[in-house]
C-alpha cells in the first residue's frame, strides 16, 4: 500500500478522513531516581502518550472526522471520548497539525500537543473513566523516545505493530521537533512508497543537472 504525504492539513482528493492526537513533553524523568549520575538526572526524555488499540494495533488517541466537524473539533471530540479529559482552550489554541498522509481511501492527520509532565500524568490517570476504554482503547501508555546508553527504549517500541499510518506519523512527529538530532533517534523506517518518492525525485534532480 503507497501512502502519499500531503501539506499539512490538506485533502485535495476528497477522501474520508480521520484525525489523531498526540500528547508529548519532554521532561527530567529520572530526576531523584536513586543509584544513577547526576547528568542522567538533568537528562530531558521526550514522551509521548500513545494506546493500546481494541485491534491489537499501537497508536494515538483519535478516529474518523464526521462529515459535519472541522479536523480540529473531531480531534477534540475523539480525544474526549478516548482519554476520558478534556484539553483546555489553551491546549487547543497551541496545537500544531505535523502530519496529513492520503492512503488509497483515507486521509490521516496527527496534531501534536505540548504539555507539563504533570498535565501527561492527569490524562493517563484520567483514561480509565473514559467512554471508550476497554472498548476502542484498551491502555495507554507514556513512551519514551529515546534510546539510552544500554538499552534502547525506542527502537525496541518501534517493533511493534502499528495502526495504518502511524508509523509515518511518528516519523513525521519526531522530525517536526527535531527529535531525530536532539536526541539521535533512528528514523530510518524504511517506508518503500516514500522511498520510492524520494528516488523519483532524486533521479528528477540528478536529471535536471544534466540538463
Known sequence: MEFVKLKLGQNLNNKPQAVFVAITTEAK??????GIS?????MFVPLVLMIDRW??????????????????????REFSEESGSELSNKEKANSNIVSSIETENLVTHLIEI?????????FLYGVNKAQH????????????????KNKNSFDNYMKNNFALTVKEEIFDLIVFNGWDVKYGLNIDFNFK???KKREEKNSSLKQKKKN
Open 29 to 34: 524523568i529520572w530526576k531523584g531516581y536513586d
Open 38 to 42: 547526576k547528568e542522567e538526572e538533568e
Open 55 to 76: 485491534d491489537g494495533c499501537k497508536g494515538f488517541f483519535g478516529g474518523e472526522v464526521e462529515s459535519d466537524e472541522s479536523l480540529l473539533d473531531a480531534a477534540w
Open 114 to 122: 505540548k504539555v507539563s509532565l504533570e498535565r501527561m500524568k492527569e
Open 133 to 148: 476504554f476497554l472498548s476502542e482503547v484498551s491502555g495507554v501508555s507514556a513512551v519514551q523516545f529515546i534510546n539510552y
Open 193 to 195: 512508497s516514500w522511498n
